[in-house]
């Protein structure tokens, strides 16, 4: 192999090492507001935000960076006093609906919202064929 190659084959390798940053973390990533209303308010609503890295897990419960990076903005905002609705508000219009464990009713999240009652018509109907088949035997 050329020195090119095993340069790029390296790098490659690297990758995943330098994926994690060396900053220091947001400053209210880790910090609790001093003022407990506030703060509940903010895990309140951290609590209903999902971790756009971990996707399964909340951004409160999340190491991962970015979850501490949103845990300091949403502590920010609380701070300053906006309601934790304009936060989220926020966050939605930033990142997405996805950002949310509650998406809004929108023509993109329809088929979520709709799927549940489509999947339960279903198993009714499915119930209701194999008791009357039992029925008729």
Known sequence: MSRTTLA?????LAAP??????LPPAPLAYTQ???PA????AKALMNTLRCLVCQGQSIADSD?????DMRALVRERIAKGEKPEAVRA?????YGSYVSYDPPLDAAT???????????????????RS???????
């Open 8 to 12: 790029v084959l390296a790098l490659l």
């Open 17 to 22: 090492a330098l994926a994690q940053s060396d």
């Open 33 to 35: 507001l001093p003022d």
């Open 38 to 41: 506030k703060e509940a308010q």
């Open 64 to 68: 991962a960076e970015m979850a501490g």
């Open 90 to 94: 926020w966050l939605v219009e930033r």
């Open 110 to 128: 329809l088929p979520l919202w709709i799927a549940p009652l489509v999947l339960l018509a279903a198993g009714i109907l499915l119930a209701r």
């Open 131 to 137: 008791i009357r088949r039992r029925r008729r035997a």
